[in-house]
Structure formats: C-alpha cells, structure tokens
C-alpha cells in the first residue's frame, strides 16, 4: 500500500489520507519550502476526522489515481486538521467566504508558494455536476493559468489578501448598557422558530450560548416569553433525534427544523456547551426532565469519550461500515426480536414504525408524554418508566455490539476545557461526586503533559502534546480553572488562573483593536495573524476572554483585567445588539457586566442545606465560592476577594453587590431576601 508523508502525524485525520495516492504533506516548513523551491503552487485541503463531505470528496478525488497522478505533477498538496490548526482554517474559511458567499468543509483552496489565496471553494465533485465544476478540471485550468498567466493569479492573490485585511477593520465602541440587551434580545427573539424552537430553519444547530442569553434576559427583565421559548427549545432537542435517546449525547446539528434527523458525529464541543444550558434550566425550573437530559449526556461523555490519562476524545464520526447514521438506527422487526412483549409499548414512545422515520429506518424520537402512554396500556406512569428505561439498556446492549463510528481520540485543550466546565456546573446540581472527578482529573492531565509554565499546548496524542496554544485553549482552560476553583477553593488554581490571565494580556492583546489575536506574538507568522469574534458553534476567544477578565478583576481586584473586558466589550456590543445570532457568549458578559456581578462566600460547609440551596438556584451573573476550612481561607487571604474575611464556626454566607457586602447570613430565607 502507497504511504505518503501524513504517515508520520499524530491526528485522526490526516492519518485517514495516509494512504492516499495523492502525496499529501503536512502544514510544515519542508511542504511550505518544497513550494517555493519548485514554485509550485499550493493546494490546501482542510478538514476533519468526522466530516462527511470530506470522506466524499477524499473517495471521489483524492482515492482516484489519475487525479492524484495531475494534483503531484503540478501541486504540493497540504493536508490540514482544522482542529489541530484553527488559525489556518480561520484564514482561509475568510477567503472562502470573501469569494463565495459561503465556506465549511472541506476546505479547498489553491495558494501561491507564499500562502497567497487565489482561488477558494469547499466539497468539489471529481467530475462536473451538482452545478459545481468537476475537481479534475478545476485543477487542469488552474495549473494552466499558474504557467501561463502568473500575474492574473498574483493580482487575484492581492485582491484577496487585500480584502482580508479590510475585514479585521477598527471597531466604534459603543457604551455597555441594558439597550444593548434590549435590542439584542428581540433581534434573536425574532429569529426563534415558534414551533420547534432553535434558530432560524434547517439545517438547526443547538446555539448553546444564545439559549443561555435568553435566560438570562428573561431573569433581568421579568419577562417570561424569553424563558419559554429557551426551554421549548431544550425540550425539543431533547425529545427529537439530535439527542441519542438510549445511549445519551447530543449530535451536531439537525439536517430538519423539527430536530428530528440529525447530522449523526458527535463533538465533544457540543457535549460540553449543551448540559451547561440544561443546568440553567433545571435550576430555573426544579424540572427532573432537564436534570435527567444533563446525566445522560455527561455520562456518555464518561463513558465512551474519556481517556485512561483523564482527557476527554475529541469526536465520533457520523458514519459507520461507510454509512451514515448506521450504527444509531433501528427497524421494527429488529426491536420488536429483542424486546419481546415490551416491544409495542417502547414503540410507541419512541415513534417507531414499520415504514421509519429517515431512509426506511428508524431513529428514536418521544413526542408522547409517558401518562398518554400509561393510559394507552392501562399501567402506571411509574411502570411505563422503568419498562422504558430496561428497553433501552436491551437496545443499547445490542447496539454497543455493532462496528462502531470512528473515534477521533485527540485531546485538545480548548474543547477539554469546555467539558471541565460542563463537569463542574453539572456537579452543582446533582451532587454527583464522579462529575467534580471528572473535571479535577482533566486539569490536572492538562497540567501534567500540555502546560509549561504558563504556555499551553494545543493538542495531545499517543503521549505526544503539540501546537502552541490557541487564544481559546488559554480563554477556555483559565474560565474552567476558575468555574472548579468556586466550587474547591484550592489556591492552585486561582493562582494558576492569574497567571494565564496575564499571559494572554502579555502575548495575544492587540491594543490598537482592543480584542485579542487568536495567536501570540510568538506564534508561527502566517499571511495575517488572525483574530476571532463571533460566537458560533464554539465561543469565540474574545467572548470568554472578556467573561474570563470579569472574572478575574472581581478575585483580584486588578484594574488591567477590568480594563481589557471593558474595551472588548465595547468593541462589539453595537455588532452584538444588531447579530446576537453570532455574540451568544459576549452578549452573557455584557449582560454580567452591566448587571455587576453578585460576589457570595460560603464559609464553613457544613450545612450542606444552604449550600445545596445555592447551587440549585438560578444566579447567573454569581461568583459564588464555597470554603470548606480555615486553611484553604488563610491560602487565599491575599486575593482582595478573600480579604478581611474570617473562618466561622457554623456556616455563614456573605454576599457583596454593587460594592457594599452583607453580614453574615445564617439562614435560606435570610440568603435570599438578600440575592
């Protein structure tokens, strides 16, 4: 079998192409020097390892040897793992979307042997179809052009990094205010689909953070459409086949508005932001239903995505045996053979027919209520529970005995961090101790083989770590640091926290634009140094670093974190009023930041009463820290937060707002009289 130079990387997707016949390189200075050496252009394919049309796209052209036989001749074809590389993607998805209106993957763009864009699409048939030019052809006429017409690809190369390098313009700041809410809340409000719930029709992705806005505005405001409408979509999702009914999670996205068919990969990105907002609605609601969706989904987190060393698995492919979704779907005679006389009633919960509901199979939904079910079949709603629930333990047991999707098992520091959050707020409310594990593990494997002194690094696999780290590894992993401090005071991690803090003031703050770059100033220089801001299936760096620089300032009480959020905030709040769609996880920030955030101290634990009443109460704009001894308050003593402040023989909560602090509050009614 042919091997070509991906052989030698460490990521699931590049080692998909290992085989290619296509002499793939890796982003690298000898595939970046080969380029140049042979002036050669360049064609840069970007993806990853759960990408449908990639593995389309790769059977069709990049499996074909007469393609592969022109792309060698007359390219150095680089293959590239966006989630390995976000600054690469970001670059060039720019690109994409300058020249057609749209990007996603794969990415496919052609660069001069200095990285220049001069041509851009995404998915490409081999031959001409679908109205889109063949792949083949496409790289005949560019060859051609590159040879005989080099100053019409220079000049298209020009005008793209020209318009690059408008798109990252200066910002107006406008003033952080309650109107920015206002506005932003009924520009997103306008965009909720009233019957299904979610944004905007298909395909529907979750948009965690813009659920957890509309909570928060409805809790500032008092009104309560926006609430419902959050949780008719959580309900929605949960109930459709976006979320794995039997064996928890939640896909990527629906390919339908009703939440029903989705796009099968499972991310742990989405896995981590998702629970956050069925804490938000549990604690507003006390809801079982929200808290079991949040259990299913951090335990198959637990189970089938996390490594030996405490990380957590990057994704699982949509497609298994080369069929998408076949490993999570069912026909009727093959449920009714394992589930016997159970089979009709399990059935009918789950609206499985003879027919299907996608493709002549069928993928569980619920869109019965469990008292219509124990009407029909004359038995208590507590037996149609426990039936159902014996159900799908049968189910998932034979289907965990299928080839299963391909696990993507790297480890990246950003999406990690993300699910640590998830453990911590999801330990909140269900006292689950395997949960506060979970998330304290992760950390310290992050400590342990990604971090060095204060520099992360992006990626880990095989015992291998790798990549400077991203702005959203520093954002994402400071703001987990601190959502396990609150809940474990230990000094380490506030301490560690800090000291990330001032690292991205140091190397990423871009003081001309007030926002941050998405790489440091000692990152590799690419042909811009690029810069992310819109909250979209991932929250932007900026969002958190602004969420993560409140945080700080309130702990530290130093001027240069308050300052930094301040100036991002007021960069984008005008974008974010007027396309909330895309500033979710801001807009939660500005909303903290205009709000002031409550600070509540619990001293001495043993009540477990007030503290078990605090976390399961709705406070979202709270920086609430539970002490459980004098040691760990003396540690911290020289934090301003923590200053003055001392141990208490019965446990005593003290809560500061709008710069002036309670006395001590002993009791459930005197807390919240005072929240």
């Given amino acids: 079998m042919v091997e070509n130079n991906l052989i030698n990387e460490s990521s699931p997707y590049l080692l998909q192409h290992a085989n290619n016949p296509v002499n793939w390189y890796g982003w690298n200075d000898e595939s970046l020097k080969k380029a140049k050496d042979e002036n050669k252009p360049i064609f840069l394919s970007i993806g990853y390892s759960s990408c449908h049309w990639c593995h389309v796209m790769a059977h069709e052209s990049f499996e074909?040897?007469?393609?592969?036989?022109?792309?060698?001749?007359?390219?150095?074809?680089?293959?590239?793992?966006?989630?390995?590389?976000?600054?690469?993607?970001?670059?060039?998805?720019?690109?994409?979307?300058?020249a057609t209106g749209q990007g996603g993957w794969p990415l496919s763009i052609f660069l001069t042997p200095d990285q220049k864009?001069?041509?851009?699409?995404?998915?490409?048939?081999?031959?001409?179809?679908?109205?889109?030019?063949?792949?083949?052809?496409?790289?005949?006429?560019?060859?051609q052009a590159w040879k005989e017409k080099p100053g019409d690809i220079e000049k298209s190369a020009e005008r793209f990094l020209g318009a690059l390098t408008k798109a990252?313009?200066?910002?107006?700041?406008?003033?952080?205010?309650?109107?920015?809410?206002?506005?932003?809340?009924?520009?997103?409000?306008?965009?909720?689909?009233a019957t299904y719930g979610g944004f905007g029709s298909a395909p529907k992705f979750p948009n965690a953070a813009n659920i957890s806005f509309l909570f928060r505005y409805a809790k500032f405001t008092g009104l309560n459409k926006f609430n419902e409408f959050a949780l008719k979509t959580?309900?929605?999702?949960?109930?459709?086949?976006?979320?794995?009914?039997?064996?928890?999670?939640?896909?990527?996205?629906?390919?339908?508005?009703?939440?029903?068919?989705?796009?099968?990969?499972?991310?742990?990105?989405?896995?981590?932001?998702?629970?956050?907002?069925?804490?938000?609605?549990?604690?507003?609601?006390?809801?079982?239903?929200?808290?079991?969706?949040?259990?299913?989904?951090?335990?198959?987190?637990?189970?089938?995505?996390?490594?030996p060393e405490g990380g957590f698995y990057s994704a699982y492919d949509a497609?298994?045996?080369?069929?998408?979704?076949?490993?999570?779907?069912?026909?009727?005679?093959?449920?009714?053979?394992?589930?016997?006389?159970?089979?009709?009633?399990?059935?009918?919960?789950y609206d499985v027919t003879d027919g299907g509901n996608w493709e002549g199979n069928n993928i569980l939904c619920n869109n019965l209520n469990i008292s219509t079910v124990a009407f029909n079949f004359g038995i208590s709603e507590s037996e149609v529970k426990k039936t159902i629930n014996l159900c799908a333990e049968k189910l998932l047991k034979v289907r965990s005995s299928r080839i299963p999707p391909g696990l993507d098992d790297k480890i990246l520091v950003s999406?990690?961090?993300?699910?640590?959050?998830?453990?911590?707020?999801?330990?909140?409310?269900?006292?689950?101790?395997?949960?506060?594990?979970?998330?304290?593990?992760?950390?310290?494997?992050?400590?342990?083989?990604?971090?060095?002194?204060?520099?992360?690094?992006?990626?880990?696999?095989?015992?291998?770590?790798?990549?400077?780290?991203?702005?959203?590894?520093?954002?994402?992993?400071?703001?987990?640091?601190?959502?396990?401090?609150?809940?474990?005071?230990?000094?380490?991690?506030?301490s560690l926290s800090m000291r990330l803090g001032n690292y991205l003031v140091k190397h990423f703050w871009d003081s001309v634009n007030n926002s941050f770059f998405m790489t440091s100033d000692e990152h590799e220089k690419l042909i811009i140094r690029p810069k992310s801001n819109y909250d979209l299936s991932l929250p932007s760096g900026n969002s958190v670093s602004a969420f993560v620089m409140l945080r700080l300032f309130h702990l530290s009480q130093k001027q240069t974190f308050l300052e930094i959020a301040t100036k991002i905030m007021e960069s984008q709040a005008q974008m974010a009023a007027e396309n909330p769609f895309g500033f979710g996880y801001l807009l939660n920030t500005i909303s903290m930041y205009v709000q002031k955030p409550v600070e509540i101290t619990v001293i001495n634990t043993e009540n477990s009463d007030i503290c078990k009443s605090l976390f399961l109460d709705y406070l979202p704009n709270s920086i609430l820290i539970t002490i459980k001894n004098a040691?760990?308050?003396?540690?911290?003593?020289?934090?301003?937060?923590?200053?003055?402040?001392?141990?208490?023989?019965?446990?005593?909560?003290?809560?500061?707002?709008n710069f002036t602090c309670s006395l001590p509050l002993h009791t459930i009614d005197e807390i919240n009289s005072n929240l």
């Fill in 415 to 494: 999406w990690n961090s993300l699910m640590i959050t998830a453990f911590a707020k999801g330990y909140r409310v269900t006292g689950d101790v395997r949960y506060l594990n979970a998330a304290k593990d992760c950390i310290s494997f992050i400590e342990k083989n990604l971090l060095v002194d204060e520099k992360l690094l992006r990626t880990y696999k095989n015992g291998v770590a790798k990549i400077d780290g991203y702005l959203e590894d520093y954002a994402y992993f400071t703001n987990a640091l601190l959502d396990v401090f609150e809940i474990e005071p230990d000094e380490k991690y506030l």
């Fill in 168 to 193: 990252d313009s200066l910002q107006v700041p406008s003033k952080l205010e309650k109107t920015i809410l206002d506005e932003a809340a009924m520009n997103l409000f306008q965009l909720g689909d």
């Fill in 234 to 307: 959580l309900k929605k999702m949960a109930n459709g086949g976006i979320f794995d009914q039997i064996g928890g999670g939640f896909s990527r996205y629906s390919t339908d508005a009703k939440w029903l068919v989705p796009h099968f990969e499972k991310m742990l990105y989405d896995n981590a932001l998702i629970p956050v907002n069925y804490v938000e609605a549990y604690q507003i609601t006390k809801d079982p239903f929200y808290l079991e969706v949040l259990q299913k989904t951090l335990d198959f987190v637990l189970s089938e995505m996390t490594s």
């Fill in 117 to 143: 864009p001069f041509y851009a699409g995404t998915y490409f048939p081999v031959l001409d179809s679908y109205g889109r030019p063949g792949f083949g052809n496409i790289c005949r006429q560019l060859a």
């Fill in 64 to 98: 074909n040897e007469d393609v592969a036989k022109f792309m060698n001749e007359n390219f150095i074809n680089i293959k590239v793992d966006r989630e390995e590389r976000p600054d690469i993607d970001d670059i060039y998805q720019k690109v994409c979307q300058i």
């Fill in 319 to 349: 497609d298994s045996e080369g069929v998408e979704g076949k490993y999570y779907v069912w026909k009727k005679s093959e449920i009714k053979e394992i589930l016997g006389k159970d089979a009709d009633l399990f059935c009918l919960y």
């Fill in 631 to 657: 040691s760990q308050l003396e540690s911290l003593s020289k934090y301003p937060f923590f200053e003055g402040k001392s141990f208490e023989e019965k446990t005593s909560v003290f809560i500061c707002k």
